[in-house]
């Protein structure tokens, strides 16, 4: 095979695997492919100068459309450089695809620049789907679930001359899941992340079922009329009075500290819904893990007594200043239409309980999969590149931090609406509420909490977004078109009068 023939066939193969969106991120080994897919039709072309911020924005897009997108890398560590997003893709099920060029398979272990050991890079977290040489006799390729490795090996010359193809004539494969009719009785529901898309199916299932819903913002169900009597307050706060015998876990593994003590109460039945095949706990015992189709085919029925769970809401007033505050005040705000992504740490945990002020109509979106802090600004961005209303960002300082360069692609948004909310609390401050590093001496602390005093304002700067940091949560009202950096500083002191109130013992009505 010559090499503009692997080249077309790499193409033809992102074409059959429905990929219609590719990010590039070009150096000399992948200009063939790249040159390749400037030739092509039907496709549309991000363009990236590094590969971590393309693998997350590429996972971004696959989270709000639900189709496959390509990630194209040149070698060495450049294609290392997406293990991270591959993960996060590989915990949430998408289909991330990895497109990385390659020195001929002749120069594996050689130690010559730019050879590193690519065929297999992403381990367990992706499916290789094929490592191609021009010299091998046969390229087979297959589709799988969730993350797919496509190793190119292109030897020089390189050829940057080679035709494109049409990408809008190849029919995408497409996989139905079986449906097993079954039927199963619960008496309370953890919903965790969905698209809303999803949301909507678990709705009408929810509806009907009629138990109590503890539902995370990113499970978008909160705005469905019918779930309103359902939907229970309150987080762990409320959980924590929870007894129940058989628990529906539906969506993305939830954030609560009482999901992850499941694990320790084997007696407490576990049924998941979910796409990704995951259970989210280590125990077997008593926990069964369905595709995501039986939501339409099983019959589900709630069990009497009521599990006892109890309702909690946030006194939010009487701290305004502290985060969680915050966090009701900005969710109301955020205009029906909008498009929501929650940072992890903090931003995800204080945001559900201020959900009760989010209007309808707000679609929610997180990285829950590894629950990294990476990626996230990038994941955003993809999530929001080809949304028409206001996309809001809200995120933890060091989670901001990790991801700079990723402003980079909005020059190739069309009219972007961002609104990026860094909460500015000097720190990772998840580690000022987890009880073993509390009880540690301030040193410790302060360095485990990566303590600083930097603004956001030069970064703002760097990528000509608007800067805005603000008290006054009215500032953040009708906000021109153009992409800001809003900075909040929440008063540390209310916050922990916040929490130190929330958290007090409540006596169990009898
Ligand atoms: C990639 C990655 N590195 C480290 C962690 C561990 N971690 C969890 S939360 C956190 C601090 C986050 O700080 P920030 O974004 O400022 O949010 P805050 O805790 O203040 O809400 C860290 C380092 C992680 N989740 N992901």
Not at 253 to 265: G, H, N
Request: aromatic share 8%.
């Amino acid at each position: 095979m010559t090499q503009a023939q692997l080249i077309q066939q790499t193409l033809q193969t992102l074409a059959y695997l429905g990929v219609r969106e590719v990010c590039v991120a070009a150096g000399a080994r992948n200009a063939p492919l790249v040159t390749a897919l400037l030739a092509s039709h039907g496709v549309k072309i991000w363009n990236f100068f590094e590969e971590r911020s393309a693998g997350f924005f590429a996972l971004g897009r696959i989270m709000a459309d639900r189709n496959p997108v390509a990630v194209v890398t040149t070698s060495g560590t450049a294609a290392a450089e997406l293990l991270p997003a591959t993960i996060e893709a590989c915990y949430q099920g998408l289909p991330l695809v990895l497109v990385t060029a390659d020195r001929p398979k002749s120069y594996r272990g050689s130690g010559a620049p730019q050879a590193i050991e690519q065929a297999g890079l992403f381990g367990v977290h992706a499916t290789m789907v094929g490592d191609w040489d021009v010299a091998d006799e046969s390229h087979e390729g297959h589709s799988s679930d969730g993350p797919m490795h496509l190793n190119v090996c292109l030897d020089e010359p390189l050829e940057t001359n080679v035709g494109g193809i049409d990408f809008s004539t190849a029919s995408p494969l497409s996989s139905e899941e079986a449906q097993t009719p079954a039927s199963l009785q619960c008496d309370l529901v953890l919903a965790g992340g969905m698209h809303p898309k999803d949301a909507a199916q678990a709705a009408v299932l929810l509806a009907k079922l009629g138990a109590p819903i503890v539902a995370e913002a990113t499970s978008n169900l909160h705005g469905y009329p019918a779930l309103q009597p359902l939907l229970v307050p309150g987080g762990d706060q409320a959980l924590q009075y929870a007894r129940p015998a058989h628990v529906l876990r539906i969506g993305a593994v939830p954030s609560w500290r009482w999901w992850r003590d499941l694990e320790t109460q084997p007696k407490v039945r576990v049924t998941n819904i979910t796409h990704t095949g995951f259970s989210g706990l280590a125990r077997k015992e008593n926990v069964e893990t369905l595709a995501w189709d039986h939501i339409r085919s099983t019959q589900f029925a709630t069990i009497d007594p009521p599990c006892g769970i109890l309702r909690f809401e946030p006194d939010f007033d009487k701290f305004p200043l502290s985060e969680p505050a915050w966090m009701h005040k900005i969710a109301g705000i955020i205009p029906a239409g909008s498009r929501v992504f929650l940072g992890n740490s903090l931003p995800i945990r204080e945001f559900n309980l201020a959900l009760k002020a989010a209007q309808q109509g707000v679609e929610f979106f997180a990285n829950r999969g590894a629950n990294g802090i990476d990626g996230l600004v990038s994941t955003f961005l993809g999530t929001s590149a080809v949304h028409h209303g206001e996309c809001w960002l809200i995120l933890g300082d060091l989670s901001a931090l990790y991801d700079l360069a990723a402003p980079w692609i909005i020059a190739q948004m069309d009219h972007p609406r961002l609104r990026i909310v860094v909460i500015n609390n000097g720190g990772g401050k998840i580690f000022s509420r987890v009880t073993g590093i509390r009880s540690l001496p301030d040193a410790a602390r302060s360095v485990i909490e990566n303590r600083h005093e930097l603004s956001f304002e030069p970064w703002a700067q760097l990528w000509g977004m608007e800067y805005l940091q603000t008290d006054d949560v009215h500032d953040l009202e009708d906000l021109l078109p153009m992409p800001i950096v809003i900075e909040i500083r929440p008063d540390p002191l209310e916050t922990e009068a916040f929490w130190k109130h929330w958290q007090r013992p409540v006596i169990r009505p009898r």
